[in-house]
């Protein structure tokens, strides 16, 4: 069965602080996709980065930086610096392939950040 | 443009009342979704539409009733609900498996 585990229920920082989201995965398929999501207490979902299986290469945009080991199934998101404007829940997904080439985001139980001036 | 629009923001409706809920997204694609996330959990998945056909529900009940008009606008139907339903209605939009999925700001409905 698909599985999304994200140990950290919440994390509290104080501004300019690098903190690291985990995210761990259980898959039995051989492609599959890796997600972040961002959710501000406004309420939207905002998609931050979209990974295959085939590609392990880090990422970095900014201040953000993703690690993706397959080794240890692990999908981690780092934010140096952090700001205020970091607060959010931040949700790590696996996708599920459907029928008729579409996916359900298995989302996992999300991260709350809290980042303090 | 990654816009997903969704209206209307807030809703308060009783439990024997019938409202509907509006999505909308000019990005051409063709798989769109409807979630419901309570509060301080994960999004889950109610319905998914692909080339405007119904493809997945996953075992909603019949007071909520989508609707796919045509390729942009995703509508869900509300009708006897009761308060537990109260929650955040999120429509999110793709392309074909694999991609990212656009979500909009969301419905935040309440149950009275």
């Known amino acids: 069965a698909q599985k999304v585990t994200q140990a950290q229920t919440e994390i509290s920082v104080v501004e300019k602080e690098d903190v690291t989201l985990d995210c761990v995965y259980e898959?039995?398929?051989?492609?599959?996709?890796l997600f972040w999501y961002k959710q501000p207490p406004s309420g939207e979902l905002v998609f931050l980065i979209r990974?295959?299986?085939?590609?392990?290469q880090n990422e970095i945009s900014g201040r953000y930086s993703w690690n993706f080991q397959k080794s240890t199934s692990s999908f981690n998101f780092t934010i140096t610096a952090s700001q205020v404007v970091d607060s959010a829940v931040y949700f790590c997904a696996l996708s599920e392939p459907l029928r008729w080439n579409t996916d359900k985001l298995i989302f996992g139980t999300g991260t709350r950040l809290q980042v303090f001036p | 443009d990654t816009e997903v629009t969704q209206t209307p923001k807030h809703l308060v409706m009783g439990m024997t009342n019938k409202k509907s809920l509006k999505c909308e997204q000019h990005m051409g694609h063709r798989a769109m979704y409807w979630y419901k996330q309570k509060a301080k959990k994960p999004p889950e998945l109610m319905f998914v539409?692909?080339?405007?056909?119904?493809?997945i529900n996953e075992s909603v009940p019949s007071r909520f009733s989508p609707e796919c008009p045509n390729s942009s606008l995703l509508n869900l139907h509300l009708h006897a609900l009761q308060p537990e339903d109260s929650a955040l209605y999120l429509c999110?939009?793709?392309?074909?498996?694999?991609?990212?999925?656009?979500f909009g700001p969301g419905t935040r409905l309440t149950v009275t």
């Open positions: 539409y692909s080339y405007e056909k119904l493809s």
């Open positions: 999110a939009s793709s392309q074909p498996t694999g991609n990212e999925q656009y």
């Open positions: 898959t039995r398929d051989t492609t599959y996709y």
């Open positions: 990974r295959n299986s085939f590609d392990e």
